[in-house]
T-cell receptor, first 114, second 117 residues
Framework: KQEVTQIPAALSVPEGENLVLNCSFT??????LQWFRQDPGKGLTSLLLIQSSQREQTSGRLNASLDKSSGRSTLYIAASQPGDSATYLCAFRRDTGTASKLTFGTGTRLQVTL | EPEVTQTPSHQVTQMGQEVILRCVPI?????FYWYRQILGQKVEFLVS????????KSEIFDDQFSVERPDGSNFTLKIRSTKLEDSAMYFC???????????????FGAGTRLSVL
C-alpha cells in the first residue's frame, strides 16, 4: 500500500524566509504529483502539478521538484509571506487510468509570522 | 475562473438519516470524484465516476454510499443511513480529459462539512 509522508508536520518561520516542505512516497510508479494548499475549514487549491517525466515545476515563488528514484518531492517557497500560512498537501496519482484517484499525504501546517 | 461548487457548505443530520451532498463540477469536465477528510486526518479517496458509472471505489465506499449524475451538471453523493463516523468534510473534484494525461489536474470544491449527531 502506498504511503505518503510529509515532514515536518508543522513549521513556523518568520516572514521573508525561504523554506522547503518535504513529501516522501513509497511507490515509484507514480503518474504525476500535485501540491495543494488548504486553508482552515476550506477546500483544496491546486498549486503545482509535476508529471512523472519532469524534475521540477515553477509558479511564482513556488518551485516543486520530483525525484521518483528516491521517492521524494519538495515544495520550495521563496520569500515567505504571512498569506502563505496554510496546510500544504502533496498527492500523487498512479498510472491506473484516466479517472485514477489521488493519494494524499498528511500535510505540513505552515505558519509565517510577522 | 471555472470552479467546482458544493452545496450545502455545512450539513447537520441525525444518525440514521439519509443525506445527499451536491456538487457542480467544472463544465466540460468528464471525470468526477468524491473524497473525504475526517477532522485531523488525511484526505481519503471515496469514489471516481466516468461515463455515468463508477470507475473505482475505496473500501470506505460501502453499500451505504451511492453516487449519481442526475443531469448534465450535478454530481451527488448519497449516504443512505448516516453513522457518527461519517462526520467529515466531503470534497468533490473534477478533471478534464487532457491529451497528455499526466497533466490531468483534479480541481476541488470548497467541501461540505457533514456533522452526524
Amino acid at each position: 500500500k502506498q504511503e505518503v509522508t510529509q515532514i515536518p508536520a508543522a513549521l513556523s518561520v518568520p516572514e521573508g524566509e525561504n523554506l522547503v516542505l518535504n513529501c516522501s512516497f513509497t511507490d515509484s510508479a507514480i503518474y504525476n504529483l500535485q501540491w495543494f494548499r488548504q486553508d482552515p475549514g476550506k477546500g483544496l487549491t491546486s498549486l503545482l502539478l509535476i508529471q512523472s517525466s519532469q524534475r521540477e515545476q515553477t509558479s511564482g515563488r513556488l518551485n516543486a521538484s520530483l525525484d521518483k528514484s528516491s521517492g521524494r518531492s519538495t515544495l520550495y517557497i521563496a520569500a515567505s509571506q504571512p498569506g502563505d500560512s496554510a496546510t500544504y498537501l502533496c498527492a500523487f496519482r498512479r498510472d491506473t487510468g484516466t479517472a485514477s484517484k489521488l493519494t494524499f499525504g498528511t500535510g505540513t501546517r505552515l505558519q509565517v509570522t510577522l | 475562473e471555472p470552479e467546482v461548487t458544493q452545496t450545502p457548505s455545512h450539513q447537520v443530520t441525525q444518525m440514521g438519516q439519509e443525506v445527499i451532498l451536491r456538487c457542480v463540477p467544472i463544465s466540460n469536465h468528464l471525470y468526477f470524484y468524491w473524497y473525504r477528510q475526517i477532522l485531523g486526518q488525511k484526505v481519503e479517496f471515496l469514489v471516481s465516476f466516468y461515463n455515468n458509472e463508477i470507475s473505482e471505489k475505496s473500501e470506505i465506499f460501502d453499500d451505504q454510499f451511492s453516487v449519481e449524475r442526475p443531469d448534465g451538471s450535478n454530481f451527488t453523493l448519497k449516504i443512505r443511513s448516516t453513522k457518527l463516523e461519517d462526520s467529515a468534510m466531503y470534497f468533490c473534484a473534477s478533471s478534464d480529459r487532457d491529451r497528455t494525461l499526466a497533466k490531468n489536474i483534479q480541481y476541488f470544491g470548497a467541501g461540505t462539512r457533514l456533522s452526524v449527531l
